[in-house]
C-alpha cells in the first residue's frame, strides 16, 4: 500500500518512478523541493533518491555495460566525443570491483556516464596513455600527459592525470576548450561598480592583485581575463604557472619543473631579470614567494598570484601567518579578490518561483531549475560571484600583528566591500542562479 501511495504521490508532482533496489526508491525529476522529498520518504518508508534528466538510471546500468562490445579505439573514441560535445570539463575513467565507470563533470557536478565490463579496460587504458606519450609499462607512479582532440570541428586539449589505484589505474582527462574560452570581464560574470574597481586595480602601474578561493572556483579564468586585457605590445607580461593551462598569444608563458629546478619562487626570481611590466604567479605557497611577490610590486611592477583563503580579508591573515611581515603587506597589496563558481540557470527553462528567505533576505520571485533538451538540468554554464577589498588607507592601517578577520572584515565592509553572500544575492534576484544552488556555494564560504 505504501509503494502505491507513494508512486501515486510522485505521479501529482509530474515525478517519474524508475524502480527499486538495495532498499532505495529510485525517481526521476528536475528541481525536486527538499519537503517533496521528504513526503516521498515518508509515504514510501524508505529512502529515494531523485535523478535529474541528465543522469544515468543505474537500474539499467546492466544496459549500459553493452557498450563495451566496441574495441577500445572505438570507446575511447565515443567516450571523448561524448565529454566535448555535453561540454563537460572532466572525464573520470575509474576501476571498480569486477568492472569500470566513467563519470563527467559538467557545470562543476559530476555524473555518471556508464559502467562497463572489465574486459576492455586495461587495452583502454593503454589507448589514452599512448596518446598522452605516457610511458605505457610504468603502472606503478602517476604520470601526466596530454594530446589535442577534434571533434566536429572543434579543438580541445585534453590533460591526462594517472595514478595507481586497487592495483590498476585511474585516469583522468581535463578538457580544456580553446574555442570556448570567454576570457572577458562579462565571460567570468564581473559587472558593474566590481567591474569598475576590478579595471581601476589594473591601470595601477605596480602592486600585488591577489586572487583567492578553493580549487576549482575559477582563479585561473579570473587571472586569464586580466592578463588578456592587460596584454598589449607595449607590455612585456610573464608568467610563471603550475600547468600552463592555455596558451596565449603575445603573453610569455613558463610552466614548473621541478626537474629542472623551475618553481614559482625561483621562476619569479628569472621573470625579473627579463625587463616585465606584468608578472603572474601561478599561486603562493611559501614565505619566500610571497616576499619576492612583494618586494616586486613595491618596486615597479604589476603582480597577480593566487592563495587558497575562503574570503578575501583572510588574505591578509595567512600571509602574516607564513611569517610575512605586516609593513610589506600594506605596502604592496593593492586589491584582493575572492570569488566562487555558481552555474547558471538555463534562460529556455527557468521557472520563477515566489521564495521567502532570511538568509539572503530575499523576499519576491526568483527563478529556479526546471531541466530541458536544451540543458538538461535545469543549469547551462557557470559564471563567478566576486568579493573585492581595495585597501585604502585605514585597511592599510589595520595590518599589524595581533589584528584580526573580524576587525579586517568590519571595515572593509564599511567601506564598501560587498560580500560573496550578497554578490551571490544579487545573482538570486537577476534570475542568474536559483536559491538551490546558492546555497550549495555558500556551504564553502
Not at 563495451?68 to 565529454?83: N, Y
Not at 559564471?383 to 592599510?396: D, G
Not at 573580524?406 to 544579487?426: F, N, P, T, Y
Amino acid at each position: 500500500m505504501k509503494r502505491n501511495d507513494g508512486i501515486g504521490l510522485a505521479s501529482k508532482f509530474g515525478i517519474e518512478f524508475l524502480g527499486e533496489k538495495n532498499n532505495l526508491a529510485y525517481f526521476r525529476g528536475d528541481a525536486i523541493s527538499a519537503e517533496i522529498r521528504d513526503d516521498l520518504k515518508d509515504a514510501l518508508g524508505r529512502d529515494v533518491v531523485i535523478l535529474k534528466s541528465s543522469e544515468v538510471n543505474p537500474l539499467e546500468l546492466k544496459t549500459n555495460r553493452s557498450k563495451s562490445s566496441l574495441g577500445a579505439v572505438a570507446l575511447s573514441e565515443q567516450i571523448l566525443r561524448d565529454g566535448i560535445l555535453k561540454c563537460c570539463s572532466d572525464v573520470h575513467i575509474e576501476p571498480a570491483d569486477g568492472h569500470w565507470r566513467v563519470r563527467m563533470r559538467r557545470n562543476g557536478t559530476l555524473f555518471l556516464y556508464g559502467e562497463y565490463d572489465d574486459d576492455k579496460y586495461s587495452e583502454l587504458v593503454t589507448r589514452i596513455k599512448i596518446m598522452s606519450e605516457m610511458d605505457i609499462g610504468e603502472r606503478r607512479r602517476p604520470q601526466d600527459g596530454r594530446f589535442t582532440e577534434t571533434v566536429e570541428g572543434k579543438q580541445v586539449d585534453v590533460r591526462v592525470s594517472a595514478i595507481p589505484v586497487k592495483g590498476r589505474e585511474k585516469l583522468v582527462l581535463r578538457l580544456l576548450d580553446r574555442e570556448g574560452l570567454d576570457y572577458t570581464p562579462q565571460g567570468i560574470g564581473l559587472r558593474g561598480e566590481q567591474l569598475e574597481d576590478v579595471l581601476k586595480l589594473l591601470r595601477q602601474p605596480q602592486g600585488l592583485v591577489l586572487i583567492c578561493g578553493p580549487t576549482g572556483s575559477g582563479k585561473t579564468s579570473t587571472l586569464y581575463t586580466f592578463l588578456q586585457l592587460l596584454n598589449k605590445v607595449e607590455r612585456n607580461i610573464l608568467t610563471i604557472e603550475d600547468p600552463v593551462e592555455y596558451a596565449i598569444d603575445g603573453i610569455n608563458q613558463m610552466q614548473v619543473n621541478q626537474k629542472a629546478n623551475i618553481t614559482f619562487t625561483t621562476g619569479l626570481e628569472s621573470m625579473l631579470r627579463q625587463d616585465p611590466e606584468v608578472m603572474m604567479v601561478g599561486e603562493i605557497r611559501s614565505k619566500e614567494t610571497a616576499e619576492i611577490a612583494l618586494r616586486s610590486s613595491i618596486t615597479g611592477h604589476l603582480i597577480f598570484s593566487t592563495l587558497h583563503t575562503t574570503d578575501s580579508p583572510s588574505a591578509m591573515i595567512r600571509l602574516m601567518d607564513m611569517g610575512v611581515e605586516p609593513y610589506m603587506l600594506s605596502a604592496g597589496v593593492i586589491g584582493v579578490i575572492s570569488q566562487r563558481l555558481v552555474r547558471t540557470l538555463c534562460p529556455k527553462c527557468k521557472r520563477q518561483v515566489e521564495t521567502h528567505d532570511d538568509y539572503f533576505d530575499i523576499h519576491g520571485d526568483t527563478f529556479e531549475p526546471v531541466g530541458c533538451p536544451h540543458c538538461d538540468s535545469g543549469y547551462i554554464g557557470r559564471e563567478a560571484v566576486f568579493e573585492l577589498l581595495i585597501l585604502s588607507e585605514t585597511v592599510r592601517s589595520l595590518i599589524k600583528p595581533g589584528v584580526t578577520l573580524d576587525a579586517l572584515r568590519s571595515e572593509a565592509m564599511k567601506e564598501g566591500m560587498v560580500s560573496l553572500r550578497e554578490s551571490l544575492r544579487k545573482k538570486i534576484i537577476d534570475g542568474t542562479t536559483g536559491m538551490e544552488e546558492a546555497y550549495r556555494t555558500i556551504m564553502t564560504l
